[in-house]
Each structure stands twice: as structure tokens, then as C-alpha cells.
């Protein structure tokens, strides 16, 4: 198989995978070790991500704009702004102190990716049948105290296999949050949160950018971008509909077959 074709199939995988509770960094570091991709220093990782950042922001431009300029007005967008901020500020702080123990160490074990996907699924169907009633029906609407919360519980998505957008959308219904508010609201924290890990991590590995790879990070690119705005419309109108059990059951099953596959030595 080419590299062109390795590297669009790991962009649809990664635009379809980010936004989900299923962790898109598990779903690329499986399907580059299945398909034989080499990632030295995980570069086309961290440049395709930014593809589903823009497609996440370009869906959501004229809401952005309102929050810029309603920030500035005083009005309910203000709010809005600092809530993002308070769900945004618990996710720098482990990020400095633990990203390099993360990526470092966590995220060369496939078993750590496996339990945290079965973990997680369970967890999400607990809070699917027995968490809190819903309060809050608007992302616009997230009180500060909630939004930290959430932002809280976004900064377990470090360990792989745990799911930013599990996270916080887990997180948001403990916190009262309705399905779809958790998930949009998911959305809008994915923003600067993305952008902020995308900027560091660029730094890190912008000396690795090399020539002779701009196409198939081109591919991916693309590939992330596109994939990521069919999905996420789509995903807030099934949750509305069918909640978060469709994902918890697959991340179960997932990471059921992962630990065999690893008991038996093929992974």
C-alpha cells in the first residue's frame, strides 16, 4: 500500500475518530501500527490534527464571531467566554506538568489504550443510566463552576485511549449538562484546547518537517478536515436521538479484542 493512500485512510480515520467519545490518538497509533506507517516523532499526527480543528471552527464561525464580539459587548457571550476559559485552564496546567510522562511513556503501551477504552465505555454507560438530571439545556448557558468541571475532567484524555471529547462530554453530564449540550459544549472547549496542544507540539517537531513528507501530511490533512465536518453534525443529531450507549458499547468490545489480540502476541 502507498504512503499517499496510509496517509488519507489515517486522515479520514483521524476527522472521523476526534470529535467522538472514542479517542481519535488510540484509533491513529492502531491503525499506523496495522497499516505499517511510520510517524518519526509523530509529526503527521500533530499536523493532521489541525486539519479537524478547522473544520470544527469552520462550522461553527458565525457562533465564534458572536463570542468575540459579544466578549467585548458584555452580553450572555461573555459568559460563554469565560466558561471556555475556566473548562480550558485545568488541561494547560496538566499538560505542562504531564504531557512528556504521557506521550513518553503511556503512549507506547497498546494495553493502556485497551483498558482505558474498556474502562471508559463502562463508565460512559453508568453516567448514560444513572447520572444527574439535566439542568442545563445550552452550551451558551454553562455555568463557570460547571465548565471547570468538565475542563477537569478533560485533562484524563492525556492518557490514551480515554477520549478528549469522552472527557468532557462524560464530565458535562455529571455536571448536569444534557446529551447534546455535553457534546456541543465538548465541541467549543475542543477549539482552544486543540489549537493550544497543535501550537506546542509544532514547536516541538517543527525542525522534523521535512520535504519529502509535505504530500502525504497534505493527504491527511485533507483527508482529517473533510471527514471531520461530515461527522459532526451528524453526531450531535444521533446523540439527541440515540444517547452515548452505541459508543460505550463499541470502546468495550474495542478494547476487549485489543487485549486478546496483545494476550496472543499479535499486537
Given at each position: 500500500m502507498s504512503t499517499l493512500l496510509q496517509a488519507a485512510l489515517l486522515g479520514i480515520l483521524q476527522g472521523l475518530t476526534e470529535f467522538l467519545p472514542v479517542s481519535s490518538t488510540a484509533h491513529l497509533l492502531i491503525g499506523a501500527h496495522v497499516l505499517g506507517f511510520a510517524d518519526p516523532g509523530g509529526v503527521f499526527t500533530i499536523m493532521i490534527q489541525f486539519g479537524s480543528i478547522l473544520a470544527v471552527m469552520y462550522l461553527y464561525r458565525t457562533r465564534i464571531a458572536a463570542l468575540i464580539a459579544g466578549f467585548f459587548r458584555g452580553d450572555r457571550y461573555r459568559r460563554f467566554a469565560w466558561a471556555i476559559l475556566a473548562a480550558f485552564l485545568p488541561a494547560v496546567v496538566a499538560g505542562l506538568f504531564l504531557a512528556g510522562f504521557v506521550k513518553g511513556v503511556l503512549y507506547e503501551s497498546f494495553a493502556t489504550i485497551a483498558v482505558a477504552f474498556v474502562i471508559g465505555g463502562i463508565v460512559m454507560l453508568i453516567v448514560e443510566q444513572m447520572g444527574p438530571a439535566a439542568m442545563v439545556h445550552d452550551a451558551e448557558n454553562v455555568p463557570v463552576g460547571r465548565a471547570f468541571a468538565v475542563g477537569v475532567c478533560q485533562t484524563l484524555a492525556l492518557i490514551?485511549?480515554?477520549?478528549?471529547?469522552?472527557?468532557?462530554?462524560?464530565?458535562?453530564?455529571?455536571?448536569?449538562?444534557?446529551?447534546?449540550?455535553?457534546?456541543?459544549?465538548?465541541?467549543?472547549?475542543?477549539?482552544?484546547?486543540?489549537?493550544?496542544?497543535?501550537?506546542?507540539?509544532?514547536?516541538?517537531?517543527?525542525?522534523?518537517?521535512?520535504?519529502?513528507?509535505?504530500?502525504?501530511?497534505?493527504?491527511?490533512?485533507?483527508?482529517?478536515?473533510?471527514?471531520?465536518?461530515?461527522?459532526?453534525?451528524?453526531?450531535?443529531?444521533?446523540?439527541?436521538?440515540?444517547?452515548?450507549?452505541?459508543?460505550?458499547?463499541?470502546?468495550?468490545?474495542?478494547?476487549?479484542?485489543?487485549?486478546?489480540?496483545?494476550?496472543?502476541?499479535?499486537?
Open positions: 490514551p485511549g480515554v477520549s478528549r471529547s469522552g472527557g468532557t462530554i462524560v464530565g458535562g453530564m455529571l455536571a448536569g449538562l444534557d446529551r447534546r449540550t455535553a457534546a456541543e459544549f465538548s465541541f467549543f472547549l475542543a477549539m482552544p484546547t486543540m489549537a493550544a496542544a497543535f501550537v506546542k507540539e509544532f514547536w516541538d517537531v517543527r525542525h522534523q518537517l521535512a520535504p519529502d513528507r509535505l504530500l502525504e501530511i497534505s493527504v491527511g490533512f485533507v483527508m482529517a478536515f473533510v471527514s471531520a465536518l461530515i461527522v459532526v453534525k451528524a453526531f450531535l443529531n444521533f446523540v439527541g436521538r440515540s444517547g452515548f450507549a452505541p459508543f460505550a458499547w463499541y470502546r468495550i468490545v474495542l478494547g476487549a479484542v485489543m487485549l486478546a489480540a496483545i494476550g496472543a502476541g499479535w499486537l
